[in-house]
T-cell receptor
Framework: GDSVTQMEGPVTLSEEAFLTINCTYT??????LFWYVQYPGEGLQLLLK?????DKGSNKGFEATYRKETTSFHLEKGSVQVSDSAVYFC??????????FGQGTELSVKP | DADVTQTPRNRITKTGKRIMLECSQT?????MYWYRQDPGLGLRLIYY???????NKGEISDGYSVSRQAQAKFSLSLESAIPNQTALYFC???????????FGSGTRLTVV
């Protein structure tokens, strides 16, 4: 069935370090792909999305490229800040608009 | 006011009790969803509704029921709570397509 797999956390980085959070998926057809972010004590917020192969989603310095050949949608940011500390979820949209989420990756950025 | 409001924010209940979690939205979206979040498991879909007359089971609906009272209101009930239903519960809405979801702030439920 359709599924999303993310790299395990927690990921701990120093401020201004480069961030990569890996996400791979299994799906029939051509899903749309999303990254959501959850700050402590809050609900999930849409961070970025890509709807077809080779699309690049970007927002707040984060980027992810839809790679059909490797079924991946890795999240990257060139220079993280303490305020980026959160849990990040990769998700895919299947038929009927339902989202399937990965298990989440916790990011902790130290000053 | 928040676009998606969940009540209560926190709840502790005893095994065997009936409990209702409520969700209301001001987005005007037809589609509403209930998810539960468990550490290491991400979010799993419990129930979803595409309009007032349309209710569908998600991947983990056993032990839960829902009611769509209006376009803006979607409630989740645990008829007889058990400890493994201890989790963080999220309601979400969407307008469909690739617009993404709008989430509430969650209800932290503890069953003792």
């Amino acid at each position: 069935g359709d599924s999303v797999t993310q790299m395990e956390g927690p990921v701990t980085l120093s401020e201004e370090a480069f961030l990569t959070i890996n996400c791979t998926y299994t799906a029939t057809g051509y899903p749309s792909l999303f990254w959501y972010v959850q700050y402590p004590g809050e609900g999930l917020q849409l961070l970025l999305k890509a709807t077809k192969a080779d699309d690049k989603g970007s927002n707040k310095g984060f980027e992810a490229t839809y790679r059909k050949e490797t079924t991946s949608f890795h999240l990257e940011k060139g220079s993280v800040q303490v305020s980026d500390s959160a849990v990040y979820f990769c998700a895919l949209r299947i038929g009927g608009g339902k989202l399937i989420f990965g298990q989440g990756t916790e990011l902790s950025v130290k000053p | 006011d928040a676009d998606v409001t969940q009540t209560p924010r926190n709840r502790i209940t005893k095994t065997g009790k009936r409990i209702m979690l409520e969700c209301s939205q001001t987005k005007g979206h037809d589609r509403m969803y209930w998810y539960r979040q468990d550490p290491g498991l991400g979010l799993r879909l419990i129930y979803y509704s595409f309009d007032v007359k349309d209710i569908n089971k998600g991947e983990i609906s056993d032990g839960y029921s829902v009611s769509r009272q209006a376009q803006a209101k979607f409630s989740l009930s645990l008829e007889s709570a058990i400890p493994n239903q201890t989790a963080l519960y999220f309601c979400a809405t969407s307008e469909g397509g690739d617009y993404g979801y709008t989430f509430g702030s969650g209800t932290r439920l503890t069953v003792v």
